[in-house]
């Protein structure tokens, strides 16, 4: 089991930067690939962004257009995504999630292949 809790959420102008974090449990965080996703009011569960355990891989959503990035310490078994160039169309609950199937056997971006997940982040990007 992995508990996963995100923190980092809030109000941000259109242009603005957050920077969200994840922390879990459990004392095998390396061999999980991490991914970020979001769900914007009256839409799906997106893919954001993922990282491997090693975080030495990362992929991207193509609308983040070099805006986020994703990283990893595994001493301290977080997760984190700053977010720059924050637009209105960002506007979403953020989520972070585990994946413990090995690079070259899983798709980073699909949902289903991340077991564990956390509660999720608000994010709303406003003037």
């Known amino acids: 089991q992995v508990h996963l809790e995100e923190s980092g959420g809030g109000l941000v102008r259109p242009g603005g930067s957050l920077r969200l974090s994840c922390a879990a449990s459990?004392?095998?965080?390396?061999?999980?690939?991490m991914g970020w996703f979001r769900r914007a009011p009256g839409k799906e569960r997106e893919f954001v962004a993922a990282i491997s355990g090693s975080g030495g891989s990362t992929d991207y959503a193509d609308f983040v257009e070099g805006r986020f990035t994703i990283s990893r310490d595994n001493t301290k078994n977080t997760v984190s995504l700053q977010m720059n160039s924050l637009e209105p169309e960002d506007t979403a609950v953020y989520y972070c999630?585990?994946?413990?199937?090995?690079?070259?056997?899983?798709?980073?971006?699909?949902?289903?292949?991340?077991?564990?997940w956390g509660q999720g982040a608000e994010v709303t990007v406003s003037s």
């Open positions: 999630a585990a994946n413990p199937r090995p690079l070259g056997y899983t798709d980073y971006r699909a949902r289903d292949d991340y077991d564990y």
């Open positions: 459990g004392h095998t965080f390396s061999v999980y690939a």
